[in-house]
């Protein structure tokens, strides 16, 4: 068994962190590198990372999160935060970034990304955002693997009100919707209930369907 496949066993979704106990930046700048890396639909990343550590704040997150305490007892809180929608703009500076940083002429894309504007731009913006809220869900699965990797325990999590969080965090003036939040900590053993449980999954023989 690979060491990525150990770690995946290892982790879970913590239910108690131990709010004494801080991650060390240096492993949290590797998670977030993690998520900055992953793959998205034609290089947009069209999504940011908010990283939180102000205690106050996120002790004010808790209420909008249904009461998840694991986010005020988290060391950091991340929260992945997708467009609200596609915009000329945003699509032509990914591509300045890109050409810049391969030394290439600044219309190498220009086709392509001209395609983009015609597929995206003429969608309705509830659209375009469930389609950025998808490429910040490949980026939690990255950051996930990475924490497991480096031995640091997180929480995904859906269940919180996105609006309320925009509001207090002011997402809307950046043209961001929250989509998820994960508290990134270290579990604290005695006091969670699900830290010793088996890890159950479906059976593989019905998980993967094979065509041959």
Do not use: C
Not at 129 to 148: K, N, P, S, V, W
């Amino acid at each position: 068994m690979s060491n990525l496949l150990d770690t995946l066993q290892w982790r879970y979704a913590t239910k108690k962190f131990d709010a004494t106990k801080k991650v060390d930046q240096k492993l949290v700048d590797q998670i977030v590198e993690a998520a900055w890396l992953a793959p998205t639909s034609s290089g947009l990343q069209p999504f940011r990372v908010i990283e939180i550590t102000k205690q106050d704040l996120k002790e004010k997150i808790v209420p909008l999160a249904y009461n998840q305490h694991q986010v005020a007892d988290a060391s950091h809180l991340l929260v992945f935060a997708a467009w609200d929608n596609y915009t000329e703009n945003r699509i032509d500076a990914i591509y300045k970034y890109t050409t810049e940083g391969r030394g290439q002429a600044a219309d190498t894309y220009k086709e392509y990304a001209d395609r983009l504007k015609k597929a995206y731009l003429n969608r309705p913006a509830e659209a375009n955002f469930e389609h950025t809220a998808r490429q910040a869900y490949i980026a939690l699965g990255f950051a996930m693997a990475m924490a497991a990797e480096l031995h640091v325990d997180s929480t995904p999590m859906e269940g919180f009100d996105s609006e309320a969080l925009d509001s207090l965090l002011g997402l809307k003036d950046m043209g961001l919707k929250s989509v998820l939040i994960l508290p990134l900590g270290y579990r604290d053993e005695s006091n969670d209930w699900l830290v010793n449980l088996k890890k159950v999954r479906n059976p593989k023989k019905e998980f993967l369907i094979e065509i041959k």
